[in-house]
């Protein structure tokens, strides 16, 4: 890792406020006012960012926030870095930029910060996840984004971005799901609890409409993607019948794990099988037991 990497890292885990300060988040009453910008800047020479991780924008809130701009200007300035003379890239606050068009505003206060393409796709994808600004598609490929391009392991990411490991992992796993899945999570059809029961179903699209057109819970699509199309619905009496209570550890278990956990009783012992897909995943359990 370079000294460049190393000190970009360690910026980001300090938090945000070490370069952009606390801009873009809702903050308490009591909690001490935005800071002040450095200029003020014409709409038109601000440019959104080409990588942004977020990319699906409500009309509605545009509409709602530009008629908030009108009355009251923005409150809080967009943050930017300079690209070309006299001309700036977003790195924070493109809502804000885009509601203050709407709202037919001249120019908008922003705040300069001098960074690189990387320091600036890393502040853009930790900024918006911090500020739950992403839906979950969103968020997995801005995760991967940053594996990808800067070479983070997925406890690195977690820890800069305040999430468990197993949060990020589990969200990682989405983007196997069919591009008509990702759809559905995106149009807020699906939430990221049901879709993650997807990625292991067998027919992870069929499985998705049912959920969409019988309303069902995140244990009920559990129980349909472990059983499977081709699997017989198992007998009362049979050993693949489980209580409640068995059903419930195993959901617990997979919630701490991030992984597909089975719980088999066999007379007085049993068995607990824990499934696991890459070798990330089961070097990430092995921190766990050990812990």
């Not at 923005?74 to 870095?81: A, I, L």
């Not at 990020?168 to 983007?175: F, G, I, K, Q, W």
């Not at 195993?250 to 499934?275: D, F, M, P």
Request: aromatic fraction near 2%.
């Amino acid at each position: 890792m370079s000294m460049s990497d190393e000190v970009s890292r360690n910026r980001l885990g300090r938090g945000l406020a070490a370069l952009i300060g606390d801009i873009d988040r809702p903050s308490p009453e009591a909690a001490t006012p935005p800071p002040a910008p450095d200029r003020t800047v014409r709409v038109d020479l601000i440019l959104p960012n080409p990588r942004n991780p977020r990319r699906s924008f409500s009309d509605a809130e545009l509409d709602d926030l530009a008629a908030s701009l009108k009355q009251h200007g923005v409150m809080q300035p967009v943050v930017v870095r300079p690209t070309r003379p006299s001309g700036y890239e977003i790195i924070a606050g493109e809502r804000r930029w885009r509601a203050a068009q709407r709202a037919g505003l001249e120019s908008v206060p922003v705040i300069v910060r001098d960074v690189d393409d990387r320091t600036a796709l890393e502040l853009a994808i930790v900024e918006n996840v911090q500020r739950s600004d992403l839906n979950p598609v969103e968020e997995a490929l801005g995760y991967q984004q940053l594996i990808d391009e800067h070479a983070y392991a997925q406890a690195e990411l977690a820890q800069i971005i305040g999430k468990s490991r197993s949060h990020v992992a589990n969200t990682l796993r989405l983007l196997k799901l069919p591009l008509e899945i990702r759809d559905m999570l995106v149009d807020g059809a699906l939430s990221a609890g049901h879709a993650r029961t997807l990625v292991t179903a067998d027919n992870p699209a069929a499985l998705a409409h049912r959920i969409v057109r019988d309303g069902l819970s995140v244990r009920q699509a559990e129980a349909l993607a472990q059983k499977g199309p081709g699997k017989p619905a198992a007998r009362p009496g049979t050993a693949d019948e489980k209580d409640p209570d068995t059903r419930a550890l195993e959901q617990l278990l997979s919630n701490v794990t991030g992984l597909k956990v089975q719980i088999n009783h066999k007379n007085e012992g049993g068995e607990i099988r824990i499934a696991y897909k890459t070798l990330e995943q089961l070097d990430d359990l092995c921190s766990r037991l050990q812990r």
